[in-house]
Structure formats: structure tokens, C-alpha cells
């Protein structure tokens, strides 16, 4: 895969990260169903600093995890996308969004975060690793 490269609906902001995926999860905690106004939200891990902005800057609102910790949400202030979040508990990796990257042909969550908090009628895919909540940190 090349560099992963993205955007916000409005296409004001766009990004670009040449490092690797770390992983892909789906989460399906409220807040992500809130933020997403889905079911769960799918993420993409990425290592912290990577992700570079080459349009736009996104706005930021201060969430609160389970944890405690701030959950920072990033999301265009024009049309809303919500674009990356900054998770305080997870200092090393940024969560892209993974409907706003340009390819999401390689996209498939091989985890699924929250599901304690997951909606009924969600089917979770055969042999994706699934935690009541937060994986457990090595």
C-alpha cells in the first residue's frame, strides 16, 4: 500500500500519512455511535505524528473517555466530517476515520472495540477479535 490520503465531504481538508496502518478496529462504544451517527465507527491506527494536513485544518472538540482521559475529536468546520481522533490513552497512534480516506479498498477492522455497547443487530465478522471494551495494553 502507498501513502494513505484522505479527506473531509466538502473536500477543504485533506491529508496525507506515509506510514503504515497499525491496525483497523471498529468501535463500537456510544460516543463513537454519537460522533458518527452510526452504529459503530470504523478507525484506522496510525502511528502518532504521521498524519500530515496538505489542505485545511480541522477543528477540535474535547470528549471524555470511560478512562477519564481526553478523547481530542478532529472534524472539518465546514461540513462536519469527522476526520481523526487523538485518544490521550492511546499516546502512540491517531485514529483516522476510515470514511474519509481516498481508498478504502484495503480497509477490513480486524477488531471490535466496546462491544458490551454494540447495537443488537450488529454481525461481527468471522474471526475479528472482539473486546467487551478497550483491549487489554501490553
Same mark, same amino acid.
Given at each position: 500500500? @502507498?501513502?494513505?490520503? $484522505?479527506?473531509?465531504?466538502? $473536500?477543504?481538508?485533506?491529508?496525507?500519512?506515509?506510514a503504515p496502518a497499525v491496525m483497523v478496529a471498529a468501535c463500537h462504544c456510544?460516543?463513537?455511535?454519537?460522533?458518527?451517527?452510526?452504529?459503530? @465507527?470504523?478507525?484506522? *491506527?496510525?502511528?502518532?505524528?504521521?498524519?500530515?494536513?496538505?489542505?485545511?485544518?480541522?477543528?477540535?472538540?474535547?470528549?471524555?473517555?470511560?478512562?477519564?482521559?481526553?478523547?481530542?475529536?478532529?472534524?472539518?468546520?465546514?461540513c462536519g466530517s469527522p476526520l481523526f481522533s487523538d485518544v490521550v490513552a492511546?499516546?502512540?497512534?491517531? +485514529?483516522?476515520?476510515?470514511?474519509?480516506?481516498?481508498?478504502?479498498? +484495503?480497509?477490513?477492522?480486524?477488531?471490535?472495540? +466496546?462491544?458490551?455497547?454494540?447495537?443488537? +443487530?450488529?454481525?461481527?465478522?468471522?474471526?475479528?477479535?472482539?473486546?467487551?471494551?478497550?483491549?487489554?495494553? *501490553?
Amino acid at each position: 500500500m @502507498s501513502a494513505i490520503s $484522505g479527506s473531509c465531504l466538502c $473536500g477543504a481538508i485533506r491529508y496525507t500519512c506515509t506510514a503504515p496502518a497499525v491496525m483497523v478496529a471498529a468501535c463500537h462504544c456510544t460516543h463513537c455511535q454519537k460522533q458518527s451517527g452510526s452504529a459503530f @465507527s470504523v478507525n484506522v *491506527a496510525i502511528p502518532k505524528g504521521s498524519l500530515q494536513f496538505t489542505a485545511g485544518e480541522p477543528r477540535r472538540y474535547e470528549d471524555r473517555g470511560t478512562s477519564g482521559l481526553p478523547v481530542y475529536r478532529h472534524f472539518c468546520g465546514d461540513c462536519g466530517s469527522p476526520l481523526f481522533s487523538d485518544v490521550v490513552a492511546t499516546p502512540q497512534l491517531d +485514529w483516522l476515520k476510515a470514511g474519509t480516506l481516498d481508498d478504502t479498498s +484495503w480497509v477490513k477492522p480486524g477488531a471490535n472495540l +466496546w462491544c458490551e455497547s454494540a447495537q443488537r +443487530w450488529v454481525v461481527f465478522a468471522e474471526g475479528s477479535a472482539r473486546f467487551a471494551q478497550n483491549p487489554p495494553v *501490553a
